[in-house]
């Protein structure tokens, strides 16, 4: 997080302060938006290995497939009872 804060810093407020438009809240929104749109979908991490944000996101979230081990020992789903079931 602290580090977030000093990019902020050194990034995007000083491009406030020196376009002159952190006076204006309808301008300082707007830049703001733009900027944390740019920090988490653009701008490369070094902390992620060059990736940003969502990619990052992406990569941790999406589904990893099953090892062969498990795909070649299960055997489908089998009726208990009568009724069927997938364990």
């Given at each position: 997080?602290?580090?977030s804060h ?7 407020y000083?491009?406030l302060d ?5 006076d204006?809240i ?7 938006r733009e900027?944390?749109n ?5 701008r ?8 940003t ?6 990569e ?5 497939p099953?090892?062969?081990s ?8 089998r009726?208990i ?5 997938a364990?």
């Amino acid at each position: 997080v602290e580090r977030s804060h000093r990019v902020d810093n050194e990034e995007f407020y000083r491009l406030l302060d020196k376009d002159g438009v952190s006076d204006d809240i309808h301008v300082f929104n707007k830049k703001l938006r733009e900027w944390e749109n740019y920090y988490n979908h653009h701008r490369p991490h070094g902390g992620l290995g060059g990736q940003t944000p969502f990619e990052r996101l992406l990569e941790r979230t999406r589904p990893k497939p099953l090892p062969k081990s498990l795909l070649t020992t299960w055997a489908g789903p089998r009726r208990i009872g009568g009724a069927r079931c997938a364990a």
